[in-house]
């Protein structure tokens, strides 16, 4: 049943103008390359969703509102007046420049207005909803398009010159006029390609950015949300209070990490913070990939008692030192705390 099915899809595609037809297979392949397990880690997934994005969605609107094949300007020959301007698009439609022109800047309009509709609605701006909501945007607009040109007559609907197109780039670099023109041809060639072979560059192998560790404390709100706010503060001494350590990884690299937990007592003088006691609470050894987020709710109970005393977190990478203060520590993050009998 689902090879029947199958099948059905893959005859009306068919049936469709070669250029809708081209749409409907993008949007699948989109679909494919961007939810698939490997394929989405890859750069393919960029080179695909950039036109789906930018151009896909304006060319199935503006095939929708114009089904008609279209003259050129040249081919019109109306002077370019603001009414002879509008009369020559309702006699003639739009020629291939002016859709591919429209189709840009009508999918630069199209894709936000549906990003701002996800934002009222309970799926909100996130991958899926997004892909979902333009797929199905094209797929409609495509419909559309299909059935107005198949209301027209056959010498009447627009088509994509693929053929004349063919012939034209052939016989300007296979039978040039002159050596100049071969010369020419030959340099748009080589530019086409070197400009198509930097972008593939570019996507393929993007340049790193600035690498980095993240390390901070969470707590849990009353609706079981993690907010960094509503930390404790007042300790009794042997009695613990939950807290919440992330670590995140952005150095480009798997790492190891060692994240301590201390409580110190400080003694500050002449804008300087001088440790006088140290108290170890916790070790947590962890390793992380490149963009991997560790947290971990665990349990504080110092020992040490006093008025602002320092609960500090640590982290290092690999192992610590023999000396571990914030000033050896590669991230450090702390609260000030009260802790009494």
């Known amino acids: ?28 392949v989109t679909n494919v390359t961007v939810l698939a397990p490997i394929i989405r880690d890859t750069p393919v997934r960029v080179i695909v969703g950039l036109p789906f994005v930018l151009f896909i969605p304006g060319y ?13 300007p040249a081919q019109s020959g109306e002077a370019e007046t603001e009414q002879g301007l509008r009369d020559r698009v309702d006699d003639r439609g739009i020629d291939g420049i002016e ?3 429209l189709s840009f800047g009508l999918s630069i309009a199209v894709v936000p207005l549906i ?4 934002n009222f609605t309970p799926w909100g701006i996130r991958l ?21 040109r198949w209301e027209l007559p056959a010498d009447e609907r627009f088509e994509v010159p693929y053929r004349s197109w063919g012939d034209t780039v052939r016989e300007e670099l296979f039978a040039p006029d ?39 404390l969470l707590t849990e709100d009353d609706d079981g949300e993690l907010v960094a706010d509503g930390y404790p503060t007042e300790f009794t001494r042997g009695e613990s209070r939950e807290l919440i350590v992330g670590v995140t990884n952005q150095e ?79 991230r450090e993050n702390h609260l000030w705390i009260n802790v009494t009998r």
């Open 178 to 216: 002159d050596r100049a023109d071969a010369a020419l041809n030959v340099l748009l060639v080589l530019s086409v390609v070197a400009a198509v072979s930097s972008v593939g560059y570019a996507v393929a192998v993007p340049q790193q950015g600035e690498q980095f560790s993240e390390l901070y």
């Open 60 to 72: 199935a609107f503006i095939a929708a509102l114009f089904p008609e094949a279209g003259e050129s």
């Open 99 to 101: 859709r591919v022109a």
């Open 1 to 28: 049943m689902v090879t029947a099915y199958a099948l059905q899809v893959l005859r009306g595609i068919r049936s469709l103008p070669a250029d809708l037809a081209a749409v409907v297979v993008f949007v699948g």
């Open 252 to 330: 480009h690299r798997p790492t190891n990490y060692t994240l301590l937990v201390q409580t110190h007592r400080v003694q500050i003088a002449d804008n300087s913070t001088t440790i006088t006691e140290s108290e170890s609470l916790r070790r947590f050894d962890l390793s992380l990939a490149h963009n991997e987020t560790w947290h971990r709710p665990h349990a504080v109970a110092p020992t040490m008692e006093g008025q602002n005393l320092r609960l500090t977190y640590l982290l290092y990478k690999g192992e610590p030192p023999a000396r571990t203060t914030p000033e050896t520590a590669y």
């Open 115 to 118: 990003g701002l509709v996800l």
């Open 128 to 148: 899926v909803p997004i892909l979902l909501s333009i797929s199905g945007f094209v797929l409609i607009a495509t419909a559309v398009a299909a059935i107005r």
